[in-house]
Structures are given as structure tokens and as C-alpha cells.
């Protein structure tokens, strides 16, 4: 990583409070470039507290946009940080008319030209994206890394239109703590126990809003941009990684917009910016590469950005299992067009006899974390265990030449069910001549939503039907003399939550079934992609203090083998104690449990407890959050408690329990 010192500009910041029609101010960092002359604006607009939690990712991009002639901004959503009034859902109406008049500020400033950029990562990608589907005039260009343009079929909530466990209660937790921290009276000043208070009276756990909403309704289709991509005016580079959730986002951006206002991006990287060098990499040098898409869409300079291929992405060579990898091998390659001529669909057809699948409850415990950032543990590991409890159909990679895949995967397959319900999982895997196999990529179906997201239907009982879906985009090659394996199971646990009956499984029938790869061969836009080296500017100086604990396991399995339960321990390792430049001392530690009994759907349990501390020690500020979520289910339903204790100092200032009940209508 090179840190950078030297700009084109000197930089200055300050934090002001941005009007808007109803009254409220969001709080917001500005960081300008030292000049007379007016610049563009960058927006990135997030609920999570510029003061401290990104404090210090922010430090390392919004100074260097600065430094190269940029006001880079930095905006807390209303009811969050030190920005006024009460918390919201994700991306609610009020958040994006809320984006929309920040944009109409920012270019209204005689500092600002009149050119507005928004970019950022995941929720600040999502909201970006969404913004610029309601097209202020002002918004010309957007950067969205590790987004989605449908959020109900490619975010956290769902899978395949079944219940995403991991992290519909996992990310539901989150936010309930997120959305419970006080304001800083650093910078919110002597309102902000007021201010606490009122926001804490407004939080309302988001599982619940979630739950009710099983199948893709109009809950979901708003701030799904793949509902009209021609809404979209900005123009949108779109960016993810092979390691992120949210990475076919990218593919059908580069399919569906114009070409003549898009590129996409696609590294070996998990949910984290290109930039940071966390695992797995190559890291690039991304702000350089986010420069040139400012200039030339902001500035008007001709800098060949839109001569680069509409596609960039990585392929990855084969590689041994393992849960984290500092660097994947494999090269860059670019594509013209999307879809791309040089990537035909070629069928694996299945072979045998009809077979009997019902997999064990915990089969899953395997798959490694949902959203990757980095860790030790978040990958999957070797996959042996979890084919053994799967049926696996195998193909050979011949001996001369490597089977190079890019794009989405498909599987059609044959069962018949003698229950009503079922999902059913596909996992791609890449197998060495050692017999380890390594993950490639995934896909699920909830059986019931085999006729489309926005509607359930059982299954006819004890009847054969095709179903076809897709598994997630990967660039890959498959090494000459290892085996493609395509292992098929009827549980996923913990990304998949079961429904009662489906223990049973169901029956697949090879005639019929087919793997469908979408095999690459070379493309004249393969050479020459090259990135600088990754650069960030100074960083922000936080402290994390040593302790002499042992950190628990990132990812702990347990088995009570007289109870028959598989239990999964999860510490998130979003980012512990640390001590601000500032005096801040921020203390955050949170745990995750699923837990499953083998033969019994409704068994199925999360549970998340979150602590974290806002200490001041010079204005004696001791403000705490503790919250516990639970979700169980029984064969009607889900049942839901989420725990809100707020402390300042000894004092209990606020104290909710909530308990529903959520019938389940699908998912």
C-alpha cells in the first residue's frame, strides 16, 4: 500500500449540517481542495456514523478525492450519527428524497460546479444506485462496489426465494444495535441525549418488516433499480467481487444499461473496497481507477476510461481449499460485450439411476461466511464433508487443457417430492487429483417459488417436475486433470432456513438434468488490462488496544451428540476496542449461535447478542447498548424477541423487549 502525501491540492475539512425541506439537518464532513475555483462533489451517504465506525475507511479515500480536486463528502442518513430525526428502514422513501435534496445542495454551493458523484460500498453502492434511478439533475456519475439492484432476490433477507438465516437474522441484529447508538456530544453537542432518546423510541426491529414480506412484493420491488434500468441517467461504474454476495449485480449492469455509460469490474476480492489489500487479492490501485471515471463523467476529460472493456474481471486458476487466501492466482481478462460472444452455454449432461436425497439438517455448516470481509475463517473450506452428505455428479477436465468458466452457472433437474416442500442447493466445486475439493460456486431454490419469486406454490406430491435456476457468477478455470463436481443437497443450514416436512427431501432423477457451464474461450480484450498499485492517503490513526484475552474462534462448530445438535459460534470481527485520534473510546463486541438437530426442521434457532460502548473519559460520557435477537420457528411460523438496554453511565435510560409471531406464508 503506498500513502500517498503529495496532492495536486492542498486539502482543508470541516462539519456542517446540511437543511432539509422538512427541518431535519444531516450531519456531514466536507473535505475541499484548497482553490478559488469551484470543483465537482462526490457524495457517500450511509447510516453509519462518520464521527467513528467508517471514521477511518473514510480517512483514506475522501482526503485523497480532495487532494485531486474534489469536495468529497461524507453524510450520515437521518436518525443515525449526529444527523437529526428518527431511523428508518433500509432505503425507505424518506432516505432517497433525503439523498436527493443532499445532491441538490452540494451542486447549489458556490464551491461546487454543479457536478455531483455518489459512490460507495453496499449500503452506500445500494443507495447510489437507487438515487440515481430517481435522476437529480445534478448526479452525473456513480461508483456502486458490492450493491445490488434487487433486493429481494440478491441481498441479505432471501435466497432463492427461501429464508437467508444467516443473515436475515444476523444483519437484522446488526442494525437493531447500530440504529440504538446515542449521538456523539463531541459533535452533536448538548442535544444529544434529547436526540438519543427520540431516535431510540422510533427503533422498531427490522426482522420483523422482513419477515412479512416472503415472497418478492412491492415491499421489495422499490429500490430494486433491475425493475427499470432505463430510470438510471448517471453513468455507473459497477464493481464487486467473486467473493461477495453481490457480485452478479455487476453482470446484469453491464448487460442492461447502455454501454456507451457503463463498465463493470470484477475482482477476486470479498465485501471490501479494491483498495484495502484485504484477503483474497490482488488489490488494485481502485482510487486511481475511481479518478479517471470522475474526470472524464465530472470534468469532461478525455481519458480513454470509456475505452477500456465493458467487462473487467478476474478468472481464478484452480487453487486448494482453504478459508482465507492473501492472493488468488490467475489474470485479468475483458470482455467487449455482455453477454459476450466468446461465452457459450455447455451442457453436463447427468448419468444413472434416479437417487434418494435427504441430507442431514446441518449439512451447510461448511459454507463459510455470507458476506466475506476479509477474515481468516470466512471462506469455505475443503468441501469433502459437505458432498458426503449430497448427491454429486462428476465430469473430468481433460488432460491438454483448462475448462475456463465466466459468468452464471445453470442446473435443470428432475425431482419428484413426496412432501409439499423442499429447497434444494447446488454447489459447483472444483475437485484436484488429491481429492480435495474446493468451492467454485452456488445457487438455491425453495421449491415453492419454482414458478417465479413473487409467488409460493407447493409441490405436486409424489410427482416428477423439471426446475432450472442459476448459481452465482464466478470467473474460474478448472485445471487440466481435475474433476468439475456438481453436488446437489436438500439442506443448507445456516444460509437456508428448512420448512417442516422438508427433512424428507426428495428423489432426482439424472435423465433429464444437466449442469449447464457457461465456458470462456480467449477474448481480443484479454491483454493489456493492468491497475496501478493500490494508494490510499494518510490514515486516521486509531489505536487498538492489546488485552490479554484470547480472541474466541471466528467460526466455532459444536456437536452435543446426545441432543443430536450442530451448533455454529460466530464472532463477526467487525472491529473490537479501538480509541480515536479524537479521545473516543469505542468498544464493540457481538456473537452469533445457529443451531440445528439433525432430523428436525423445526429445531432451527439464531441468536445474536451485541455490547458496545461510546466512552469520553474527558467530558465523563459513558454511553452503552446491549441487544439480543432470537428467531425460532415452529411448522406455522417464525417467532421473533429482540432486546434493547441503553445505559448512560449506571442509568437504564431505555429498556424494549418484542416478541411476534410471523406466519409463514413462503420463504
Not at 434444494?424 to 452456488?442: E, H, I, N, Q
Not at 486516521?540 to 451428540?561: M, Q
Amino acid at each position: 500500500m503506498i500513502i500517498r502525501t503529495d496532492f495536486p491540492y492542498g486539502t482543508t475539512h470541516e462539519d456542517v449540517r446540511i437543511p432539509l425541506p422538512d427541518g431535519v439537518e444531516l450531519y456531514a464532513r466536507i473535505w475541499r481542495p484548497v482553490t478559488d475555483e469551484p470543483v465537482p462533489a462526490l457524495l457517500e451517504y450511509l447510516p453509519y456514523r462518520l464521527t467513528d465506525w467508517t471514521a477511518p475507511r473514510d480517512q483514506q479515500r475522501h482526503p485523497w478525492y480532495a487532494g485531486h480536486g474534489y469536495a468529497s463528502v461524507r453524510v450520515d442518513v437521518r436518525g443515525h450519527g449526529c444527523s437529526g430525526g428518527r431511523p428508518g428502514d433500509e432505503y425507505d422513501a424518506r432516505e432517497l428524497a433525503d439523498g436527493v435534496a443532499v445532491v441538490e445542495w452540494l451542486a447549489a454551493q458556490p464551491w461546487c460546479t454543479g457536478s455531483v458523484g455518489m459512490f460507495g460500498i453496499s449500503w452506500g453502492g445500494f443507495n447510489s444506485l437507487q438515487i440515481a434511478a430517481l435522476a437529480p439533475e445534478p448526479l452525473k456519475a456513480v461508483v456502486t462496489v458490492c450493491s445490488t439492484d434487487d433486493r429481494y432476490d440478491n441481498d441479505v433477507h432471501y435466497m432463492g426465494g427461501s429464508v437467508l438465516a444467516v443473515d436475515m437474522h444476523a444483519w437484522a441484529a446488526t442494525m437493531l444495535a447500530f440504529s440504538s447508538r446515542p449521538p456523539d456530544p463531541q459533535f452533536a453537542g448538548e442535544d444529544w441525549r434529547r436526540m438519543w432518546l427520540d431516535r431510540l423510541e422510533a427503533v422498531e426491529p427490522l426482522v420483523h418488516t422482513w419477515l412479512s414480506h416472503q415472497t418478492r412484493d412491492a415491499y421489495w420491488r422499490h429500490g430494486s433499480v433491475c425493475e427499470d434500468y432505463t430510470a438510471i441517467g448517471a453513468a455507473v461504474l459497477a464493481v464487486g467481487g467473486w467473493h461477495d454476495p453481490y457480485r452478479d449485480t455487476v453482470l446484469r449492469l453491464v448487460e442492461h444499461l447502455p454501454p456507451a455509460r457503463v463498465r463493470g469490474l470484477i475482482g477476486p476480492w470479498s465485501h471490501q473496497y479494491p483498495d484495502r489489500g484485504l484477503p483474497p487479492g490482488p488489490a488494485i490501485g481502485f482510487l486511481q481507477e475511481t479518478l479517471r471515471w470522475w474526470d472524464h463523467w465530472l470534468k469532461g476529460a478525455d481519458n480513454g476510461v470509456m475505452e477500456e472493456p465493458l467487462l473487467r474481471t478476474w478468472i481464478s486458476d484452480s487453487h486448494p481449499p482453504a478459508t482465507v487466501y492473501e492472493e488468488l492466482p490467475g489474470r485479468w481478462v475483458g470482455e467487449k460485450s455482455w453477454p459476450s460472444a466468446s461465452v457459450i452455454p455447455v451442457p453436463y449432461v447427468f448419468q444413472g439411476a434416479p437417487v434418494d436425497v435427504a441430507s442431514p439438517q446441518h449439512t451447510g455448516l461448511d459454507a463459510g461466511r455470507f458476506f466475506p470481509f476479509g477474515n481468516d475463517a470466512d471462506l469455505p473450506p475443503d468441501q469433502r464433508e459437505e458432498d458426503a452428505k449430497s448427491a454429486c455428479f462428476e465430469f473430468p477436465v481433460g488432460r491438454e487443457e483448462p475448462v475456463e468458466i465466466l459468468g452464471r452457472p445453470s442446473v435443470t433437474l428432475r425431482l419428484r417430492l413426496d412432501v409439499p416442500y423442499g429447497q434444494v442447493v447446488a454447489r459447483l466445486c472444483d475437485v484436484a487429483p488429491d481429492g480435495s475439493s474446493t468451492l467454485v460456486t452456488r445457487g438455491a431454490l425453495n421449491l415453492s417459488a419454482r414458478r417465479g419469486r413473487d409467488r409460493a406454490l407447493p409441490w405436486p406430491v409424489g410427482s416428477y417436475e423439471d426446475v432450472t435456476f442459476e448459481l452465482n457468477g464466478i470467473g474460474h478455470a478448472f485445471a487440466p486433470g481435475h474433476r468439475i463436481r456438481l453436488a446437489v443437497s436438500s439442506a443448507y443450514w445456516p444460509w437456508i432456513w428448512p420448512r417442516a416436512g422438508s427433512e424428507a427431501g426428495w428423489t432426482l432423477d439424472p435423465a433429464g438434468s444437466a449442469l449447464t457451464l457457461p465456458v470462456r474461450a480467449g477474448s481480443a480484450a484479454d491483454g493489456g488490462i493492468v491497475f496501478e498499485a493500490p494508494e490510499q492517503a494518510e490514515p486516521l490513526g486509531v489505536v487498538f488496544p492489546a488485552t490479554l484475552d484470547e480472541p474466541r474462534p471466528e467460526r466455532l462448530v459444536v456437536r452435543d451428540v446426545a441432543r443430536g445438535t450442530w451448533r455454529l459460534e460466530v464472532d463477526p470481527r467487525y472491529g473490537g476496542t479501538r480509541v480515536y485520534p479524537d479521545g473516543l473510546e469505542y468498544g464493540e463486541d457481538a456473537e452469533e449461535v445457529y443451531e440445528i438437530q439433525d432430523a428436525d426442521a423445526l429445531s432451527a434457532r439464531t441468536f445474536s447478542r451485541w455490547r458496545i460502548r461510546l466512552h469520553r473519559p474527558e467530558l465523563g460520557w459513558d454511553a452503552r447498548v446491549e441487544t439480543r435477537s432470537e428467531i425460532r420457528c415452529d411448522e406455522g411460523g417464525f417467532l421473533t424477541t429482540n432486546e434493547v438496554v441503553c445505559r448512560e453511565g449506571d442509568e437504564v435510560v431505555f429498556h424494549r423487549t418484542w416478541e411476534r409471531r410471523l406466519p409463514r406464508a413462503a420463504g
